[in-house]
């Protein structure tokens, strides 16, 4: 089932860039060694977060929801492999599972340019001050509340990305803030730690690099420990205010 022809709402090179993260971060999930039960777990659950937040892509970047509905009715359910299958065939069955999604993000890639967007007609930003890079894991709790508190800078002006896409391919990240003034980091905590994750430290230490720290804007949760000395951060109060200063510093951050 081919992906309808719904528009886009955000412009086509935001959603090309976003389409091409996610299928570079297949690649990594694909190259996962799988030597005992443990790593097969690993990578099911890797697909399954990998799916999730494509879904989740597909679902925002279109006006409706046709496409997402496409990429599931051609791809269908995650198939966890049986128990009774060895270890070899189980894994090359989650591998093939996606890559006949990321085969399908490739056609969908193809064919970007031959849909509308509305960004680009009704919604595209007045200046370059209101392109925002939300660099945030899209399984975070806090990902709805940021975008949310992000959202006085219009439809389509903030981009996302997965700090987990720099690990796999920092080269392509070279490109990924063109055109836009102001980076929002998350800093998330690692996995069974209350340190930052080592993906949201690289995003940040690559952002404060790329455009300044006068440009970007970090953000961790209030049980976030060990941040690095002299960062300045917005602690994620759930009964405070940061919302507002969030959309406060994003601003100031956007101004030349």
């Excluded at 496409?67 to 492999?81: D, F, K, R, T």
């Excluded at 992000?150 to 389509?156: A, D, E, I, N, W």
């Amino acid at each position: 089932m081919a992906a309808p022809m719904t528009p886009l709402v955000v412009p086509h090179q935001t959603a090309d860039h976003e389409i091409a993260a996610r299928i570079a971060r297949a690649a990594n999930v694909h190259r996962r060694l799988v030597r005992s039960d443990r790593d097969l777990v690993a990578l099911v659950s890797e697909l399954r977060s990998w799916d999730t937040y494509t879904r989740d892509l597909l679902s925002r970047r279109f006006a409706s929801r046709a496409v997402v509905q496409a990429y599931e009715h051609n791809c269908g359910p995650l198939l966890e492999p049986s128990t009774s299958t060895p270890l070899p065939a189980a894994a090359a069955s989650v591998r093939e599972q996606l890559q006949a999604r990321v085969q399908w993000l490739e056609r969908l890639r193809a064919r970007l340019h031959d849909y509308e967007t509305t960004a680009e007609v009704t919604l595209a930003p007045a200046s370059p001050t209101t392109r925002i890079a939300l660099m945030v894991d899209p399984r975070s709790s806090h990902t709805p509340a940021i975008r949310n508190a992000l959202g006085p800078f219009g439809h389509g002006a903030t981009e996302e990305f997965d700090p987990e896409d720099l690990v796999v391919d920092i080269g392509h990240a070279e490109h990924l803030l063109e055109g836009h003034s102001a980076v929002v980091v998350v800093l998330e905590h690692g996995n069974k730690s209350a340190t930052p994750s080592a993906a949201s430290l690289l995003a940040a230490g690559w952002a404060l690099g790329a455009v300044g720290p006068a440009h970007v804007v970090l953000v961790a949760d209030a049980e976030v420990e060990g941040l690095p000395e002299g960062l300045q951060v917005l602690r994620i109060d759930r009964a405070g205010p940061w919302r507002a200063e969030l959309t406060a510093r994003t601003a100031a951050a956007s101004i030349d």
